[in-house]
């Protein structure tokens, strides 16, 4: 029996978007139809819901209610003074920055001049000059197929930097993508960022989405990093998302791992009402080391999603993932992280961890591990925990004197910290460092 | 003076009594020593006097320099003096030795009025202290890692012990698992502190610490309650004979 679900007002209001705004988004014939085929297969999906098992706890039929119209040339005035205090302690990293206005590049808010063995140009641009041959690859992902919110992010994507790293080029400070939330509007802003790092490079990619003190809340963001590492290439890529403002944020980042590549990636999200972090990894050849962290700060009623797959496709690969979650309030997090050993993935070595701390009896934390192994000579492991602070532990710092809420914000800044730590980047570990200090701080409504 | 009234405490979810009815007082300046076989309640006691959470005080009371303490959050009580020395200290992983100690050194300094310690004068401040207290770096090629950082838990304790500048030092069982050259190292630094102003309670099931901090009172602690108390002779007739005497009361 076929039964049709009638379509949830997002889902009506993302296609009427869609229609109305198809004429105005960057790139010629073959982006548009790319972009057709994108809207027609969200349609024909529908928004993710939790009878669809990697959706379980993330209903977005439920959650993603509103549609904000989208950003399209976005000219809200902004200057660097306003990037810089968004940015807050990361600010202070020197980078060579890239910043996007509710899904616009804004040159005059970017770094000038180029860096050695890097360019960078603006997605708009080249959907727009691209040959057919440059667009196919701006337009199609490596994730997962018939995902809605990829589906989305190529129908909607206006803007975003498409980075390629030369081969054997080592970028002497990191790259920062921005993604600013400004003016008294919410919209609905898709970026796409596509990196690649060529043979033996070795890169820092920062991403971060960031609002302006004073941005209208209610939007929504929808982000995807497509990422191709050469052989031998050591990437690190992070990812901020710290206040977006958004109601909801739906983010993908689709890794593929050359021979013997490095690839470090970790996500830092706090003060984000709704968050779906996918990730997706696949290795394309042998000797891949990933190593996937993350630390999220979640209170109120937010809630936040990580879900990753790590696709050992080939022999001899390993990878590592350690996520944190701190859970505050009604707070909610949820993490499933699935590592996929093919059958002729021999000698892999996968290993997974993902904590919660419990703040509140009333959060909740939801983890689902899996692991699918048809090879027979690996090595993988998962764990999980949930755990409130550590009575004793708390009891040995009051009892040196350290009052109650600074123990605490001790314990809480420690169980953060093994995430951190994955941050190898001295003052960017050091910038994320403070602001969990600022989230621990702040007034609580 | 440390004055403790006829204490009764249970555990607070249990309806289990451990102390019996305690009475015990250290004047300035003196160091007791508080011997007890196992179960006798000795640990309690500990952590009753520093407010760990988990025990309900049932009747009697504590006095800190007249002061009742027993409402008082451990933060508070620290401020105002109280030192426990644990006996499995502990650690925050990912927090340096020596960041703990500094924050935990400024917080007393902060709730006692006295101004917060910079950076320079902190260290100045560490390395004062662990010379009186005979600590020696173990590494003179580095030395900068003074062996606080080397996680010597027991030793890093009694530096934080010297560094809160505690007026009642209550040590739980700090000999246990400790070789004799870390026992002497331990005792040598408690012994650094002795002063007229210092009130000090040493728990121990053993008499041998009591051959390097020789304390002016020994107490028999059993079935919650002092049941002998005597000069530093006592440790060494409860060494030839054993617990006995005092368990068969109990019992």
């Known amino acids: 029996m076929n039964v049709a679900i009638p379509k949830t007002k997002a889902e009506q209001a993302l296609t009427e978007a869609f229609a109305a705004s198809a004429s105005k988004l960057p790139g010629g014939t073959a982006v548009k139809s790319a972009r057709n085929d994108a809207i027609g297969a969200f349609s024909a999906l529908g928004l993710p819901h939790r009878r669809i098992e990697e959706w379980k706890y993330t209903d977005l039929r439920v959650n993603f209610k509103d549609v904000a119209p989208p950003a399209i040339d976005d000219a809200t005035a902004v200057s660097a003074e306003d990037v810089r205090a968004a940015l807050g302690s990361v600010a202070n990293v020197d980078v060579h920055a890239v910043v996007f206005v ?256 419990m703040l509140s009896p009333d959060a909740e934390f939801d983890s689902k591990p899996e692991l699918e192994i048809y090879a027979d000579d690996v090595v993988c492991g998962h764990g999980t925990t949930s755990a409130e602070l550590d009575g004793d532990l708390l009891f040995y710092c009051k009892s040196r004197g350290i009052p109650e809420n600074e123990a605490r914000a001790l314990l809480i800044e420690s169980f953060v910290g093994e995430a951190l730590d994955k941050v190898e980047h001295d003052d960017l570990r050091a910038a994320l460092s403070q602001y969990a200090t600022v989230w621990l701080n702040a007034p609580r409504s | 003076m440390l004055e403790i009234k006829n204490l009764h405490v249970k555990l607070a979810d249990e309806d289990k009594q451990i102390l019996k009815g305690l009475t015990l007082s250290v004047p300035k300046g003196e160091v007791h020593a508080i011997m007890g076989p196992n179960g006798s309640g000795k640990s309690t006691l500990a952590y009753v006097l520093a407010g760990r959470d988990g025990y309900e005080v049932t009747e009697g009371d504590v006095l800190w320099n007249g002061e009742s303490i027993l409402d008082m959050e451990p933060d508070e009580r620290a401020a105002k003096g109280v030192f426990l020395a644990f006996q499995y200290p502990m650690e925050i992983p990912g927090v340096a030795g020596l960041t703990f100690l500094r924050t935990a050194v400024n917080a007393v300094r902060k709730k006692r009025g006295q101004d917060e310690m910079t950076t320079p004068g902190f260290m100045k401040f560490v390395k004062e202290q662990a010379a009186k207290a005979q600590h020696r770096r173990r590494n003179a090629e580095a030395p900068s890692q003074c062996w606080v950082l080397g996680g010597e838990k027991k030793r890093s304790e009694i530096l934080q012990m010297a560094m809160l500048e505690p007026t009642l030092c209550v040590l739980d069982e700090t000999d246990s698992g400790l070789d004799i050259d870390a026992l002497k190292i331990v005792s040598d630094g408690v012994n650094a502190l002795r002063s007229p102003d210092r009130s000090t309670l040493v728990i121990t099931h053993y008499q041998r610490l009591l051959n390097h901090i020789v304390p002016d009172k020994v107490h028999v602690l059993a079935d919650g309650r002092i049941q002998k108390t005597g000069g530093k002779e006592l440790a060494l007739e409860l060494e030839k004979s054993g617990y006995a005497e005092f368990t068969g009361k109990a019992a």
């Open chain 1, 102 to 357: 509710n899904g616009r590049h804004r040159k005059d808010l970017s770094t000038p001049g180029a860096m050695a063995g890097l360019e960078v140009q603006p997605l708009a641009g080249a959907l727009t000059s691209g040959s057919d041959a440059v667009t196919e690859g701006l337009t199609t992902t490596t994730g997962p197929r018939s995902d809605a919110t990829i589906a989305l992010n190529t129908a909607f994507m206006t803007d975003g930097a498409v980075v390629r790293i030369g081969n054997g080029a080592t970028l002497d400070k990191p790259l920062m993508v921005v993604f600013v939330t400004a003016g008294p509007r919410a919209h609905l802003t898709s970026v796409r960022n596509v990196i690649s790092a060529g043979d033996g490079s070795t890169a820092t990619l920062i991403e971060a989405h960031v609002a302006l003190q004073g941005a209208a809340t209610g939007g929504q963001t929808n982000t995807l990093s497509e990422v191709t590492t050469g052989k031998g290439a050591a990437l690190t890529h992070i990812k901020i998302a710290a206040g977006t403002n958004a109601a909801v944020h739906l983010a993908n980042w689709n890794v593929s791992l050359g021979a013997n590549a490095e690839y470090r990636g970790f996500q830092y999200t706090s003060g984000q009402a709704l968050a779906r972090n996918q990730i997706h990894t696949v290795y394309t050849g042998p000797g891949g080391k990933l190593d996937l962290s993350g630390a999220y700060l979640v209170r109120g009623n937010e809630h936040v999603d990580t879900t990753l797959v790590v696709d050992h496709a080939v022999p001899q690969c390993e990878s590592r993932e350690l996520f944190k979650d701190v859970l505050d309030d009604r707070g909610r997090g949820i993490f499933q992280g699935k590592i996929i050993v093919r059958p002729n993935a021999q000698k892999t070595d996968g290993k997974q961890m993902a904590q919660a701390l």
